[in-house]
């Protein structure tokens, strides 16, 4: 909240805080989510309603969403009808990302604050019933002492001013000049150093705010133009283009509607129009400003100190010379476009991976139109492109001449188009170049089409209500509180922002801050390191590496039994991304700095290549052993099977990426070295028993000298198993060798660049079939990219065969191998290995389909497995035959998805529609899980609260809670009190290796149940020797009477155990089905996931709402790794796509528009714990469904497209590629599909 002493007024808004720079809050009170409520105060009504929603699960985003949502809803108060509606609430977190919830439940939190909500329609939630709903407090105001506080800072000798007038400025930067000083920067909003974050680094010798000077904070509406100051911000523009007189002209109206899309409104909050403009003047930034106000006939009013004030067009402007350091944009000019006896047209497009805004464009267009009323004939056009790999938006001039004093026609848009292509060309370099450029022809024909007469190509989905969603969920009481919805544990805590993670943790004194140096090279001899510019970077206290490892250490960054892998790359480097050394400094910023200053001298003569693909390994035979036991079996006879076989195809190949983990929170540690040589690590990790003996053997001391905490984990999946050990032993060698505590907090560059990700692989495959479609046999050859160390990948062979068995293939037969390269090694991530063995069998199932020309759902039914077929496939993992619910559930979704007459529908539709195609998908999983040993204690404490230890790490799946309610169920036999009184007594803690030993991994999505079941050991253990008294007191007793009394009589009230899986089977199949339906722009190949239908198997489900977040949470995490993460590297393996601004993953507009999720209770499986089933990975699988989907809507563009072009058209045997991205889609369904259209649609008319 900023207050102006002068205006006594306030004025509120939201902002991201790594962009803000200090000296701008001057005159601002901030309110972080904790400020909101708080578990002191009292929690805000938002926190409370991610609560009940169920709306958080790592917690890492949630103080986050809460802040836009309170944005949200502010704004809401400032519009005309002051309402908050469920389309604001659509949009409130539209910037916001998480990696953990899939955001359905975060919209519903968001929409029940909505005055248009039917708190029916709302999604699965604890509390928010009719009847049953308040409105919230969302109101926050200037504290009164500190307007008296507030001070202006002078414009004197401050490194910051904040002038207050045109003058004032002028005379300043006059003063600048003279003294000869360049370095000024002139800051409006600051936010463009999200973008180039070298000037994030870069200190100036003065900054000049511009924002306070009152001449170009205003909107100003002259007779034909409205005048806007350079410094109003993204947000004020649209809300005055949305406000006065102003909403009556439509071209403001598109205008407001296409900057909502510009970043995310915490950035539009403080980035400003003239901000934007001269980013992409001076840096060429891709901005859609720019494009949008060049074709609305934009001008800028310039300001330099020896030319004064100029108005250049914004088209001049963009073309100039950069800007000068000393230039200054006043304000931006829109006209009002009279426009008597014609109609004015105006439209913007863009094309970019997330349709409601966060992602650069690939390509943005507007388009003006001025056309004779009565005749039609265009008297005057502008036609703006930008964002496609140009210096700047451009106006195609030629095009607009040559469509002076025309009417449409067919041939006109022909030429048109013919002519734009010549045009509208990317720079060499620029990524996706031929995509990029078939988009500009798209959308001319959107706009052109629009002035014909027949139907218009249809409008973007998101014009139109959004998100919907249902849930059934089983609450089953036999073993209550077990069962029970109850939702998640500290839940409020990470809204309010007071959780706290590794980073929260306070700096001990003396803390040092650690940035890793990685290699840059795939293999290389390390001749040595330097930094550039200077021989010692501002705070740099040291630079470990190898040499610091003390003598009785070892250089060992991983150590999991016998396997080890070095820290720091010793004399070699093996891949790019290893590595090398930690530089360490007084601060974060400084470490960070420092790292990025680092030169590593490399040198390769003499050395053989590197291996950098997974065909020269097996070429050179560079292959990780894979033992036996780990070796999956095989299935019959394959021979046999594909001579039975009506129909082969052979050797075919298939190709998969990788994919980037995306926890919000990165890689970190903290650690202290303790007396007596000891050292305590804050890790952030999920395995702290291998993270301890690692540390151990690096510093070569005792294991009870190591001690590692780990309360909770800002989002894992996988990748906090193997690589959150470096991090820690590094900082632990460090605060080793400095005698101070060393942290680290890996910046997202890095951690993507060290970290890895998914296995890519290749697959061949031949594969033997009937003429009905049932398949006799499959071969494979699958060769997985491990990297240079093995890590865990070990476990891949068994994992991709285990989702691949999901069909009854006859006979299975398969040569795995796994590579060793000079590439970054890969982790297991969410689903590791499962979810390319469902991928290679839906491309399988797919192609035969395609090759007899049956529906693709035909050839799934009949190769779904029996129970014979499965035992023979799965062996005892199959259980009993009533444990096999997939082939039922298979049936059910077809009933409860209206799966036939859909498809029926949806072959309607692309029987009507040119130029959107729908897809629709039904598809199976099978995921085997096995259990593992898991230990756990509950100790009871004297005022009768409990508290309990288990070694399974909270990452956000929901495990304190189910222990928490297993704890309630196992000591609620003791009938004292009520259960949830005794639910409420207990406290789930930190992990602590020197409490908790064996704490083994939290990873396979069973250590939930594996802690359960410890805990229940344990309070079995408590309830018989609690029994006794009891029985002893021989009428109803308390809980707290009971516990003071086995005090008094020294009862051992804490009990520890180490569950094992013992006799029964280790592992169990999980079963989903889910249905997808998606439209397919062909335009731009956009694919937007119209309805998704979920039925997952949870057998009885210890808490159904922690599951349901599993479920939706793993599919969308899955959407992103099939539809949309793109994660590319150069030859030699370095990330090309190493940020936030090009690796996409899912937002809450990629997510299906309805989603519905059906969880099944399959009733008591005794062998299990409770009769519980895994929920974290398996549903991860289901996406495969919205890419099924996908590459049905292509074949049917692909099908039209033939029809246009004959024999010269595509195949319709095809593979779709993941991630299917938009411009793969479009690829696949035509670059030249608009050409094609015009090009046949003139033949059609000829032949009349
Ligand atoms: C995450 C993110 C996503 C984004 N997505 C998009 C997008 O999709 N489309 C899009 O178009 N833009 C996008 N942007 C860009 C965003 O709109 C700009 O960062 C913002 O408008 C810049 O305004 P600012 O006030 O913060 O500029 P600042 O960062 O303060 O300034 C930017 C530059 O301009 C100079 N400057 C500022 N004002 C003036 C002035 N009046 N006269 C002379 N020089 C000046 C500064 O010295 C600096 O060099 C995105 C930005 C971010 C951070
Ligand atoms: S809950 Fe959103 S990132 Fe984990």
Redesign the pocket.
């Known amino acids: 909240m900023r207050y102006d002493p002068i205006l006594k007024n306030v004025e509120d808004f939201t902002v991201s805080s790594c ?1 803000t720079l200090l000296c701008s809050v001057n005159h601002c009170s901030i309110t972080t989510s904790e400020g909101l409520g708080n578990s002191r105060d009292g929690f805000h009504s938002i926190h409370n309603r991610f609560t009940g929603f169920h709306a958080s699960q790592c917690g890492f985003c949630t103080p986050g969403m809460s802040v836009s949502l309170f944005s949200a809803l502010l704004d809401s108060t400032k519009s005309s009808s002051q309402e908050f509606t469920v389309r604001e609430a659509e949009k409130a977190v539209s910037g916001n990302l998480c990696r953990c919830t899939g955001y359905r439940p975060i919209m519903d939190a968001c929409k029940s604050f909505a005055s248009d909500v039917d708190i029916e329609d709302l999604g699965f939630n604890s509390f928010c019933k009719k009847g049953d709903y308040s409105l919230p407090r969302f109101v926050c105001t200037f504290p009164e002492f500190l307007k008296d506080e507030i001070k202006s800072i002078g414009s004197g000798s401050y490194k910051w001013c904040s002038p207050e007038s045109i003058e004032e400025l002028q005379s300043l930067l006059g003063a600048c000049k003279a003294n000869g000083s360049d370095d000024v ?11 180039y974050k070298a000037e994030k680094e870069r200190s100036y010798d003065k900054y000049v705010d ?1 924002t306070r000077i009152a001449e ?1 904070r205003e909107v100003r509406e002259r007779h034909d133009r409205v005048e806007i100051g ?2 109003v911000t ?1 947000s004020k523009v649209i809300a005055a283009l949305k406000e006065m007189r102003l909403s009556k002209i439509m071209l403001f109206g598109k205008l407001a509607a296409h900057m909502e ?4 409104r915490f ?2 909050n ?7 403009l ?2 992409a003047q ?1 840096q060429h ?1 891709p ?3 720019a494009t949008i106000l060049v074709a609305a006939g934009a001008s800028v009013n310039i300001m330099s100190l020896s030319r004064g004030i100029d108005k250049v067009t914004l088209e001049e402007f963009l073309q100039g010379p950069p ?1 000068d350091a000393y ?4 304000s931006i000019e829109i006209p009002f476009w009279h426009h008597k006896h014609s109609e004015l047209l105006f439209e913007t497009y863009r094309a ?1 991976p997330r349709p409601q ?5 690939y390509l943005n267009a507007a388009f003006l139109a001025q056309v004779k009323e009565d005749t039609k004939v265009i008297i005057n056009c502008r036609l703006a492109f930008g964002a496609f790999g140009t210096k700047h938006a451009i106006r195609c001039k030629e095009v607009e001449e040559f469509l002076c004093g025309k009417v449409i026609t067919d041939n006109v848009l022909y030429e048109a188009i013919t002519l734009l292509g010549k045009i509208v060309r990317p720079q060499d370099g620029t990524s996706n170049l031929a995509y990029r450029s078939s988009l500009a022809p798209g959308f001319l024909f959107k706009f052109l089409h629009s002035l014909k007469t027949e139907k218009q190509p249809s409008s973007s989905h998101l014009d139109q209500p959004m998100l919907s969603s249902s849930q059934r969920v089983p609450i089953d009481r036999e073993f209550y509180p077990v069962g029970e919805a109850a939702t998640k544990c500290g839940a409020s805590l990470q809204a309010s922002g007071e959780a706290v993670y590794v980073d929260d943790i306070p700096a001990p004194t003396n803390c040092l801050y650690g940035a890793f140096i990685y290699s840059t090279k795939p293999y290389a001899k390390i001749k040595g390191m330097r930094f550039k510019e200077k021989s010692v970077p501002d705070g740099v206290v040291g630079v470990i590496s190898c040499k610091d490892v003390p003598k009785s250490g070892k250089n060992v960054g991983f150590k999991f039994s016998s396997f080890t892998e070095p820290l720091f790359a010793d004399e070699f480097t093996l891949h790019v991304g290893q590595c090398i050394a930690l530089v360490v400094a007084d601060t974060q910023r400084h470490a960070d700095s420092a790292a990025s200053l680092a030169v590593v001298d490399y040198e390769t003569e003499g050395l053989e290549p590197p291996i950098l693909s997974v065909e020269e390994a097996v070429k050179k035979s560079s292959l990780f052993e894979i033992y036996p036991f780990l070796y999956p079996q095989q299935v019959g006879d394959t021979s046999k099977g594909m001579s039975e076989a009506d129909h082969r195809i052979l050797s075919s190949e298939i190709r998969i990426g990788s994919q980037y983990f995306f926890y919000m929170e990165t890689q970190t540690a903290l650690a202290v070295p303790d007396e007596d040589n000891s050292i305590v690590v804050y890790s952030s990790c999920q395995i702290p028993q291998y993270v301890h003996s690692t540390v151990a053997a690096s510093l070569g001391i005792p294991e009870n000298k190591v001690r590692i905490i780990t309360r909770r984990v800002g989002g894992g999946f996988g990748g906090k198993a193997v690589r959150s050990m470096p991090v820690a032993t590094a900082c632990a060698v460090a605060a080793n060798k400095l005698q101070r505590p060393v942290r680290t907090y890996v910046n997202r560059k890095t951690d993507m660049i060290m970290t890895g990700g998914r296995h890519p692989m290749k697959i061949t495959y031949s594969v033997g079939f009937k003429s009905t479609g049932k398949i006799t046999a499959l071969e494979l050859e699958i060769l997985i990219d491990a990297g240079a160390t093995l890590g865990l990948s070990m476990l891949m062979p068994s994992n991709i065969i285990g989702a691949l068995k999901k069909y009854n293939w006859g006979a299975l037969s398969f040569d795995i191998k796994l590579c060793k390269t000079n590439l970054l090694s890969k982790a297991i991530m969410r689903a590791p290995g499962d979810v390319q063995g469902t991928y290679i069998a839906e491309a399988i199932i797919e192609n035969v389909a395609s090759s007899l020309s049956l529906e693709v759902d035909t050839i799934r039914k009949i190769n779904l497995h029996t129970y014979e077929s499965l035992a023979l496939f799965y062996k005892d993992a199959a259980g009993e035959p009533h444990e096999y619910t997939l082939s039922s559930m298979w049936d059910k979704m077809g009933v409860s998805s209206k799966f036939e007459e859909r498809v029926s529908r949806v072959r309607d539709f692309n029987g009507s529609n040119i130029w959107r195609k729908r897809g629709i998908s039904r598809v199976p999983i099978i995921y085997p899980v096995s259990m593992f040993a898991t230990p756990g204690r509950v100790s009871v404490l004297s005022d009768g609260t409990i508290v309990v230890e288990v070694g399974g790490i909270e990452l956000g799946q929901g495990l304190w809670t189910k222990v928490k309610q297993m704890a309630g169920y196992a000591l609620g036999v003791l009938q004292c009190d009520g259960t949830e009184e005794l639910v409420d007594k207990i406290r789930v803690v930190q992990s602590d290796t020197l409490s908790m030993v064996q704490g083994n991994f939290t990873g396979g999505s069973t250590t939930s149940e594996g802690s359960c079941a410890a805990v229940r050991l344990c309070c079995q253990t408590l309830v018989k020797r609690l029994k006794p008294l009891i029985e002893k007191s021989g009428g109803p007793i308390t809980w707290n009477n009971l516990i003071s009394q086995a005090y008094a009589q020294s009862v051992n009230l804490s009990a520890s155990d180490l569950y094992t899986p013992g006799e029964t089977p280790t592992r169990y199949l999980n079963y989903g089905v889910a249905v997808s339906e998606v439209e397919v722009d062909l335009v731009t190949g956009e694919t937007t996931v119209l309805q998704t239908d979920i039925l997952y198997d949870s057998g009885k489900s210890l808490n159904p709402a922690v599951d349901l977040g599993q479920i939706e949470g793993a599919f969308v995490q899955g959407l992103g790794f099939f539809m949309l993460e793109e994660y590319i590297t150069d030859s030699e393996g370095r990330l090309l796509t190493d940020s936030t601004w090009t690796y996409k993953i899912p937002t809450v507009d990629t997510i299906p528009r309805q989603f519905n999720v059906e969880i099944l209770n399959s009733g008591r499986h005794e062998k299990r714990v409770l009769s519980s089933k895994a929920s974290g990975e398996p549903p991860l699988l289901l996406a495969a469904s919205v890419h099924c989907a996908t590459r049905e809507a292509i074949k049917e563009a692909r099908k039209q497209l033939r029809m246009w072009k004959g024999e010269d058209g595509p195949s319709l045997m095809f593979q779709l590629p993941v991630p299917a991205s938009m411009p793969v889609v479009k690829e696949l369904c035509g670059l030249d599909i608009v050409e094609s259209y015009l090009d046949w649609k003139s033949k059609v008319i000829s032949s009349f």
Do not use: E, P
Not at 270 to 276: A, D, K
Not at 357 to 361: D, I, Q, R, Y
């Open positions: 962009l920067k002139l800051v409006a909003g600051n936010t463009s150093t999200g973008y511009l170009m350079a410094v993204i899309k510009i970043a995310a950035i539009r403080i980035g400003s129009i003239g901000g934007n001269v980013m001076r930034f901005s859609d400003m800007l230039d200054l944009v006043l970019a805004g966060s992602a650069l464009a």
